[in-house]
């Protein structure tokens, strides 16, 4: 059960100015904490939650790479490829985050680099607290925020991609409704929603990478979990391929060629029905097995396309 207060709620988010240009090597709990001496809010007080963006957590850890390493870059960080379209490659990366280009980036960083994700967000945003705690003996929460496309929606949002000492998500399944109607499946992205909260407050051109959000005490806890755990395993995924890419991973399950769809999504799409079936490991199939195969493969990019 949750315990929240009941009755009005007052939250304020305040973006925090002064923090400037990150480097490699820089202490971001010292960053943050002179900006809030800046700032009217003032020190920070048990229950707040930081959010953070991703960027100036990578540039902390010194994550900018040479603009000419992204592809690769984006191949090591990539566990599978989801979907590609022209040069838009989505990708489910080694933390199970769904994201265009591995989340590579060459927004807010110097000219001729990208920026990668940190190693472990997660554990990015844990140091952060601890070193907080430390140096002012309040229990904070803090959130690493990215921003995000979402399925068969416009545009983007900022989500959590880590996050410690708030608690990630708040499940009312067993609950009640105002109207007496049993909730089931219904789970609120608790830190998702700092995280596009925070985004209002921050924007994305005005300098400022950290928000204070007060007046959320009762999320502020030891055992919250962490963002990890609003990453969807890739078996409830109802969204896991685009249309063509699912085509492709269904064909190649049914002939036991699964290993070969990374090798066949990097082929122009014309070519892949005929690599699949010549060459060493091709599957044995009859004329008209291979026939229907190669006419549900094209049929299937077809339709991805209209």
Not at 33 to 43: I, K, N, W
Not at 155 to 173: K, L, P, W
Not at 188 to 199: F, G, I, P, R, Y
């Amino acid at each position: 059960m949750s315990d929240a207060p009941i009755g009005r709620a007052e939250v304020i988010v305040l973006a925090l100015g002064g923090i400037g240009e990150v480097q490699a090597g820089d202490d971001l709990a010292a960053l943050v904490l002179d900006a809030l001496a800046a700032d009217p809010a003032g020190p920070l007080r048990d229950g707040d939650v930081l959010v953070v963006t991703s960027k100036v957590v990578s540039k902390s850890e010194g994550r900018a790479v040479p603009a000419d390493r992204r592809e690769a870059a984006i191949r090591e960080a990539a566990v599978h490829t989801l979907a590609r379209r022209g040069p838009t490659r989505i990708v489910r990366d080694r933390h199970g985050l769904v994201l265009a280009a591995a989340g590579v980036d060459n927004s807010n960083v110097d000219p001729g680099h990208v920026l990668l994700l940190p190693v472990d967000p997660d554990a990015s945003a844990a140091r952060l607290r601890q070193a907080l705690r430390e140096r002012t003996g309040a229990d904070v929460g803090v959130v690493v925020s990215d921003t995000l496309g979402r399925a068969w929606r416009v545009g983007q949002t900022d989500v959590a991609i880590g996050s410690a000492g708030v608690r990630v998500v708040e499940d009312y399944a067993g609950r009640r409704d105002p109207y007496g109607n049993d909730l089931h499946v219904t789970a609120v992205a608790l830190a998702d929603e700092l995280a596009s909260a925070a985004d209002l407050a921050k924007t994305k051109l005005a300098g400022r990478p950290v928000a204070l959000v007060r007046g959320l005490a009762h999320l502020v806890r030891d055992d919250g979990g962490t963002a990890h755990d609003l990453t969807r395993p890739p078996a409830q995924d109802m969204f896991g391929f685009g249309s063509q890419e699912a085509v492709l991973a269904a064909v190649l399950e049914a002939v036991d060629r699964s290993d070969r769809y990374d090798e066949l999504l990097d082929l122009p799409r014309a070519e892949r029905a005929a690599a699949l079936l010549s060459g060493p490991g091709a599957p044995a199939l009859d004329p008209a097995a291979a026939a229907l195969l190669t006419r549900v493969l094209d049929a299937g990019l077809a339709r991805s396309d209209g």
